[in-house]
Nanobody
Framework: VQLQASGGGLVQPGGSLRLSCAAS????????VGWFRQAPGKEREFVAA????????YYSDSVKGRFAISRDNAKNTVDLQMNSLTPEDTAVYYC???????????????????WGQGTLVTVSS
């Protein structure tokens, strides 16, 4: 599967952005899909994920209640709606997919085999 992330940009604190991860080459509904982010000088961190079976979603504590991950099987996309953004959310956001993860592994970026190219989100006034 090939992944392409889009939707990043510059937004003011308190604003919203919607990122999209478009898949090609396979059906994204059969994959666990995660969003990760990496800020300058920091390690890549987990943001949100769908386990491949069902619609269970997982979030990091830092985004829970503000971000929402959703999957559109017809469009073959997984989106990340980000609300109430703060400067601490500034990072390059990556989507990733894997068809063999177990549920307990979806939060670890190194477990994913397929990655999109990243999209930059900058939260600043």
């Amino acid at each position: 599967v090939q992944l392409q992330a889009s939707g990043g940009g510059l937004v003011q604190p308190g604003g919203s952005l919607r990122l999209s991860c478009a898949a090609s080459g396979d059906t994204i509904g059969t994959y666990s899909v995660g969003w990760f982010r990496q800020a300058p000088g920091k390690e890549r961190e987990f943001v949100a994920a769908f386990f491949r079976r069902g619609y269970n979603a997982y979030y990091s504590d830092s985004v829970k209640g503000r971000f929402a991950i959703s999957r559109d099987n017809a469009k073959n996309t997984v989106d990340l709606q980000m609300n109430s953004l703060t400067p601490e959310d500034t990072a390059v956001y990556y989507c990733a997919a894997d068809s063999r993860l177990i549920m307990s592994s979806v939060r670890t970026w190194s477990n994913y085999d397929y990655w999109g190219q990243g999209t930059l989100v900058t939260v600043s006034s």
